[in-house]
């Protein structure tokens, strides 16, 4: 208890029957409104202390219900991530099935513009684990009349041969491997020279003289003699032609007309019949299935 000095006692006593006196005026004395003064005290005291407190509780609350909020929100964004990430795969399927069934629908097209000429059609399974080599595998083998050094095709034009064939698979040697090679003339001219692989995209074309006019856009079709591939399928157009000052021979760049690393499907030529449309038709054919290959 707080010690008051004498000389305060009056003082304080005073202090204290005065209020007291006040408290009971308080008590007894109504406002205009019919209130006791002590009641209107009271509110006017304790306002500030409740609008603190209520302003603080909203507060609390109103960060609350934001992180509660915020929560939701980032659960509902990953929630649309992960639909969207669907739907992408969804989408990549629907154009790859799209892009297939194009294919297919060249393909058939293509048989059925030639259907004198024995073709099987067949489906790249694999590739040559060998970065060296140019050569991929087929779902065709002996079984279904494969047989070593039989032509592969496209719609589009050479693809290869026929390097090695088991029961239901065969390998086949790509045109732009350094092991192989077309019997091919120029479609302008029908000036003769074998068109070889150089391990890249491109192919090249040789033994042309260097006084034949060639230019670029040029088409190159095989000429037959090499007994793997009839006459007059595409194979390339020219890229590149410049005469070689070291030799009395061109140094002609021949792009291939089939896209030779994407192939997914191919056919196989049984033989060597000749295809039955005319020399025009046979590349405007081929030009209108490339035209759908993405």
Known sequence: MIAIPSRHRSLTLLAGVVAAQVLLLAIQIKSASQVRMIRVWTVELLSPIQRASAWTIDGLKSGWNGYINLHHAKKENL????ELDKLKLRNADLESRAAEAD?????????EVHSQTPMLPARVIGASPDASSRMLNINRGSRDGVRRDMGVITPDGVVGKILAVYPDTSQVLLLSDKESGVGAILATTRTQGPVKGLGDPMLEMDYISNDEKVSPGDRVLTSGLDHIF???????????AAPDRKSPFMRILVR??????????????????EFTISDQAAPAAAGKAAGKQP
């Open 79 to 82: 929630e649309l991530h992960a």
């Open 103 to 111: 294919r297919l629908a060249a393909l058939l097209n293509f048989r």
């Open 230 to 240: 009839p006459k007059d399928l595409p194979v390339g157009t020219v890229a590149e």
């Open 256 to 273: 291939p007309a089939a896209n030779l690393d994407r192939l997914e499907e191919v056919l196989v030529l049984l033989s060597r019949q």
